[in-house]
């Protein structure tokens, strides 16, 4: 499991990638920290070699959960959708 705060009006903004070459089942939790979350989009991205090439799946709308079957190497989480004005948000990244 991982914890990291996004800045949700910075596209683009992404942790760490994390280790799941022995997990197939990812879920990522968004939950409020500061601002609003009306607008703000976050992706997971998947990677199948390490953390060279990276693919975005789908994303979560706000605040919510999401959870996907891969098959990667490593995985990790960014904004692809501002919120337009200040907002952060936790996404805890539980992968099994």
């Given at each position: 499991m991982a914890i990291v705060t996004?800045?949700?009006n910075l596209l683009n903004d992404s942790s760490g990638q994390m280790d799941v070459s022995t997990d197939t089942i990812i879920?990522?939790?968004?939950?409020h920290e500061t601002g609003s979350?009306?607008?703000?989009?976050?992706?997971?991205?998947?990677s199948p070699d390490g953390g060279t090439?990276?693919?975005t799946e789908a994303s979560v709308?706000?605040?919510?959960c999401k959870t996907f079957t891969v098959a990667a190497s490593s995985v990790r989480v960014k904004?692809?959708?501002v919120?337009?004005?200040?907002?952060?948000?936790?996404v805890h990244m539980l992968a099994r």
């Open positions: 996004l800045d949700t879920s990522i939790y968004i939950v979350h009306h607008n703000h989009r976050v992706a997971l991205d998947v090439t990276w693919i709308l706000g605040v919510g904004t692809v959708e919120e337009g004005s200040a907002s952060e948000v936790k």
